[in-house]
C-alpha cells in the first residue's frame, strides 16, 4: 500500500473562492448571536446541548436516588420519577446526542474537513439553530405547566400518553413535548440540508468523496438517515396532537378510563409504535454513525497509522445506515406479531451486526502494530470499542425474539442501550472534545483533570452499567417507582441499586470536572501548538488556530491524497497533511547519497 | 452515477491519486438550490407517503368509514393544475427574457394556488356542513390531516414565490430570477403531484 505519490506531479492550480460569496458579520449580534458563521453555529448548538443535557444528568440523578434509597426523599413521587424517566431519555437521545453530534460537530467539522469556506446555505444554518433552541426552551417550559412534563416514557405510547392517568398526559405536558419535537424536527431538516448539500457539493479541489475523513463519512451517513427517519417521528407526533387535542382517533381505541367510556374508538396504538420505532431504531445510528466515524479518526490519528480498510468502512457505514431501516420492530416484539415477521427482524437485527462487526476488527486492527499514544482522546477512543463491544454484544442477545420477550422490561434492556447508545457515545463525544478543544481555542485542556475525567467515567459507567445487566437477569423491572414488597426480586438488588446509585452520583461528579476544565482551560489553558496532535486532516491546515472567517486563507487548499498518512515509509515526518503537494513531502535521503 | 464510481476508488493506490488530484466540482451536477430543493422534495415525500402508511394500516380496523369527495375537490384540482402550467410558462418567460410573460406566470401560479387553499377550505366547511366532523370518523381526519399539511407546503411556497415577486416589482432582472422561479416551478410541480396522489387515493378508497 502506497499513501503518496512519491513522483513529481504537475502543480494544480489552487481554487479561489470570491470574497463577495461569503457572509460577513457587522456587528456583535450578527457575529456572535444571528450569527451565520457554522463554527460559531456549531458552539451554539454545543453549549445549548450540553446545558439541556446537564437537566437530564440531573435527573438521572434524581432517579438513581429513589432508586438507590427509595423513599427517602418525599418530592420524589410515583408520577414525577416516570416524569423524571422521561424528559431524561428524549433529552439525552435526541437534544443532546443528536443535537450535539450533528449540529455541534457537524456544523464545525463538516465545512473545515472538506476544505469549504463554509455551508452552502449560511442562513438557512443559522435557522436551524435558533429553531432548535426554540424546541428546546418548549420542552423545558413543560416542566413549569401544571401538571408538569409528560411521564409516557420517551417512547410516549399511546393511549397511555393522553390519558389522565399519565403525569402530563392531558395537561400542556405531552402537547408541549410534541410540538417541542415538531420544531426540534423542523430546525434538524433545515441543519441537515445544509450538512449533505455541503459534503456532496462543496469539498474543495481533490477531496474526492473517498478522500474525505471517516468522521465526515458518519457524520453524512447519519444526517441522511435523520431526514428520511424524522419524517416518521413528525408524523406521529402530529398525529398523536390531533388525538391530544381535537380527540381524533389515530392511535386511540375505544378505552374506559376510571369507569368512564372515552369518546374515542377504533384507533391503532400498534401504528403509533411501527412509526415510532421507524424513526426510533435508525436513531440509534444517527447516534452512532457519527460517532464511528470520529473514532476512526481519533484512532488513526493517536496511534499514528492509516485507518485500516478504509474503503470497507466506508461501505459499513453506508450498510449499517441502510440496513438500519429494516430492523425497526425488534423493538416491539412484546407488542405480539406473526412470528414470521418477528423472524424477518430478528434476522435483519443479526445481519446489521455483520458491518458493526467489520468496523469493530477494523478499528482494533488499526491498533496493531501502531505507535499508540495514550493522550487523553486516544484513552476515550480505546474506551468506546470497549463499551460498544459490549453494549452491541447484549444488543444480540436482545434481538432474539426468545430472549428479549423475558428481559424486555427490565433493567438488562436499561443497561443494554445506555451502553451502546449512551456510554458509548458519549465516551466519543468528550475524546473528540479533548482532540478538537486545541483546534476550537487556541488551548489545551488540562491533561491531569482530562485522565481524572477518563477513568473515573470509563470505571464508573460500568459499576453502573455491569450490576444492572444482572438486575435484568433477576427480573427487576424497569420504569418501577419502588420494588417495595416484590418476592421475586432478592434483597441484594436493593443493595445493588444502592451501590449503582453511588457510583452514579460520583460519575456525575466527575462531569463537572470536565465542565470546570473545559471553563477553566478557554482562558487559562496552555496555550497549543497549531497542529498538536500532528493530524493530517484539513481542519488543522488552516491559516490560524481557531480558524478565522472563511476558514482558510484566499487560496483554498488542494487535496492531494486521504486523510490517513501516517507514518508513510520513506518520509521524514510521521504524517503528511493531506494538502502538502507530493513535490513538497520531505523524503528520507537514501543511504550513501 | 458519479456518486458510485467514486466510493469504489481506492484512494491509497498512486494511479488513483492522478484521477483523484485533478477532480474539482460537486458529486451531482446540479447547483446547490436545486440539489436542496430535491432532498428537501424527498423529505416531505417521506412524510406524505408514511402518512399514507398510516392511512392504509388504519382503514384495516372496523370503525373505518369512507367519505365521499366533494365536487369542489375536483375543481380544486384543476386549479392546481393550473397553477403548476402557469409556473412553467413564467420559467418559459424568464429563460427567453420576456418580462412580461415572467411576471403574468408568475402572478396567475401564485393567484391560482391563493385560489386553491381558498377551495380547500370550502372542502372543509362543505364536508362540516355534511354533518361529518372529524373526531367522529377516521377517514375524515385522515383527510383533514393530509389536505392541511399539503396547504402548508403550499404556503411555504408561497413565501418563496411572494419574495421573488417582490424582487421584480423593484425592477432586478428577469435573469437574475430565473434559478428562483425554476425552483418555485419545480416545487409546484411537485407539490401537484403529491396532491394527484393522495387525490387518486382519496377517490379509491
Known sequence: MVDITPEKVENVSPAEVPEADLYHAHSFWTKYVFCQDAKVIAIQYSGTAVVIGMVGLVLSWLMRLQLGVPETFSFISPESYLQFVTMHGMIMVIYLLTALFLGGFGNYLIQLMVGARDMVFPYVNMLSYWIYLLAVLILVASFFVPGGPTGAGWTLYPPQAILSGTPGGTGLGIILMLVSLAFFIIGFTMGGLNYVVTILQARTRGMTLMRMPLTIWGIFTATVLALLAFPALFVSAIMMTLDSVLGTSFFMPAIVEFGEQLSYGGGSPILFQHLFWFFGHPEVYIV??????????????????????????????????????????????????????????????????????????????????????????????????????????????????????????????????????????????????????????????????????????????????????????????????????????????????????????????????????????????????????????????????????????????????????????????????????PNDVKLVEPEGS | ?????????????????????????????????????????????VVFSLSVVAYADRMLLADWKPVPEPTIMW???????????????????????????????????????????????????????????????????????????????????????????????????????????????????????????????????
Not at chain 1, 460498544?388 to 442477545?397: A, K, S, Y
Not at chain 1, 426480586?489 to 460520583?506: E, G, M, Q, R
Not at chain 1, 470546570?516 to 496552555?526: D, H, R, T
Not at chain 2, 467514486?6 to 446547490?32: C, H, T, Y
Open chain 2, 75 to 205: 375543481l380544486n384540482l384543476i386549479i392546481l393544475i393550473a397553477s403548476s402550467v402557469a409556473m412553467q410558462w413564467a420559467v418559459v418567460g424568464a429563460r427567453r427574457d420576456r418580462r412580461s410573460q415572467l411576471e403574468a406566470g408568475l402572478l396567475i401560479g401564485g393567484a391560482c394556488s391563493l385560489a386553491f387553499l381558498a377551495g380547500q377550505l370550502l372542502v372543509v366547511r362543505q364536508l362540516d356542513a355534511l354533518g361529518y366532523f372529524a373526531p367522529t370518523n377516521p377517514a375524515l381526519s385522515f383527510l383533514y390531516m393530509l389536505t392541511a399539511m399539503h396547504a402548508v407546503h403550499i404556503l411555504g411556497g408561497l413565501v418563496v414565490w411572494a419574495r421573488t415577486v417582490i424582487r421584480l416589482w423593484r425592477g432586478i432582472a428577469a435573469e437574475k430570477v430565473l434559478m428562483t422561479t425554476e425552483l418555485c416551478a419545480f416545487y409546484w410541480h411537485f407539490l401537484l403531484a403529491l396532491w394527484l396522489a393522495l387525490f387518486v387515493w382519496f377517490v379509491i378508497t
Open chain 1, 288 to 581: 452512532a454513525l457519527p460517532a464511528f466515524g470520529i473514532v476512526s479518526d481519533l484512532l488513526s490519528v493517536h496511534a499514528r497509522r492509516h485507518i485500516f480498510g478504509y474503503r470497507m468502512m466506508v461501505w459499513a457505514i453506508v450498510a449499517i445506515g441502510a440496513l438500519s431501516f429494516v430492523v425497526w420492530a425488534h423493538h416491539m416484539y412484546v407488542s405480539g406479531m406473526n412470528p414470521w415477521f418477528g423472524f424477518f427482524f430478528a434476522t435483519t437485527t443479526l445481519i446489521i451486526a455483520v458491518p458493526t462487526a467489520i468496523k469493530v476488527y477494523n478499528w482494533t486492527l488499526t491498533l496493531w502494530r501502531g505507535d499508540i499514544h495514550l493522550t487523553i482522546p486516544m484513552l476515550f477512543a480505546i474506551a468506546f470499542i470497549i463499551t460498544f463491544v459490549n453494549g452491541g454484544i447484549t444488543g444480540l442477545f436482545l434481538g432474539n425474539v426468545i430472549v428479549d420477550v423475558p428481559l424486555s422490561d427490565t433493567m438488562f434492556v436499561v443497561a443494554h442501550f445506555h451502553m451502546v447508545m449512551g456510554i458509548a457515545p458519549i465516551l466519543v463525544v468528550f475524546g473528540a472534545i479533548y482532540h478538537w478543544f486545541p483546534l476550537m481555542t487556541g488551548r489545551m485542556l488540562n491533561d491531569a483533570m482530562g485522565r481524572f475525567h477518563f477513568w473515573v467515567t470509563f470505571i464508573g459507567a460500568y459499576l453502573i452499567y455491569f450490576p444492572m445487566h444482572y438486575l435484568g437477569f433477576v427480573g427487576v423491572p424497569r420504569r418501577y417507582w419502588s420494588m417495595e414488597d416484590t418476592n421475586f426480586i432478592p434483597d441484594s438488588a436493593a443493595d445493588l441499586n444502592a451501590f449503582i446509585t453511588v457510583a452514579a452520583l460520583i460519575v456525575g461528579f466527575a462531569q463537572l470536572v470536565f465542565i470546570y476544565n473545559i471553563l477553566v482551560s478557554i482562558f487559562k489553558g496552555k496555550p497549543s501548538e497549531r497542529n498538536p496532535w500532528k493530524a493530517t486532516s484539513l481542519e488543522w491546515q488552516t491559516e490560524t488556530v481557531p480558524p478565522g472567517h472563511g476558514n482558510f486563507s484566499k487560496e483554498l487548499p488542494v487535496v492531494y491524497r486521504w486523510a490517513y498518512s501516517f507514518s508513510v515509509p520513506g518520509t521524514v515526518d510521521d504524517y503528511v497533511p493531506q494538502n502538502v503537494h
Open chain 2, 1 to 45: 452515477m458519479e456518486f458510485f464510481r467514486e466510493i469504489r476508488s481506492k484512494p491509497w493506490l498512486e494511479s488513483q491519486d492522478v484521477i483523484d488530484n485533478a477532480r474539482f466540482g460537486g458529486s451531482i451536477a446540479m447547483p446547490s438550490t436545486r440539489l436542496a430543493l430535491r432532498i428537501f422534495v424527498a423529505v416531505v415525500g
